[in-house]
């Protein structure tokens, strides 16, 4: 049975990439906001962000962050790693900056966005418990055979290692 899932990821410089990884058809995704209901999303506020991300959480089991050139740091990916961890969701990362955008082009690996996180009762860094996956690769289709062939371990490991803390 596919595992209901949500993709998390900077939306301009990633987005087409992130179309990719969720038509991989391995898992249920969440329906992405086309821009311009991201747009009007956006123009609700903080409140209306958080109100949304919290409903497109709702009833998912894990929650994939697409690891681009800019996704550390970015508050509402911050957001959306604490909630899902928080709510006991297994929580994984994948690099997708090797998949080519719209326009063709590839970018710049992203730092980990699991490292800023630290566990109270151990003072151990997310990104020790949480998994991160690196494609081998530099040709996009290659990244995506391999992101396409292991999504789904990856998703069940995740649910997994959470289920341990």
């Known amino acids: ?6 993709y ?3 939306y301009k410089p990633d987005s087409w990439r992130a179309s990719q990884v969720r038509n991989i058809g391995v898992v249920e995704g969440n329906k992405p906001a086309s821009d311009n209901d991201w747009e009007s999303v956006k123009r609700g506020g903080d409140k209306a962000i958080q109100k949304w991300i919290d409903d497109q959480l709702n009833g998912r089991s894990c ?6 050139k800019e996704t550390a740091g970015r508050k509402w990916i911050h957001y959306e790693i604490k909630t899902s961890w928080n ?3 297994g929580v994984v990362g994948i690099y997708v900056h090797n998949l080519k955008d719209s326009s063709g082009n590839q970018t710049m690996k992203g730092k980990n966005p699991f490292e800023k996180f630290t566990m109270k009762r151990d003072d151990k860094t997310l990104s020790s418990i949480v998994k991160t996956y ?3 690769y530099a040709d996009s289709e290659k990244v995506y055979d391999y992101i396409s062939q292991n999504l789904n371990n990856w998703i069940e490991e995740a649910v997994t290692i959470r289920n341990k803390y």
Do not use: E, N, W
């Not at 929650?63 to 681009?68: A, D």
């Open 1 to 6: 049975m596919a595992r209901r899932v949500f």
């Open 8 to 10: 998390s990821f900077h």
């Open 63 to 68: 929650t994939v962050i697409l690891i681009g």
């Open 87 to 89: 709510s006991s969701k």
């Open 134 to 136: 690196y494609p081998p």
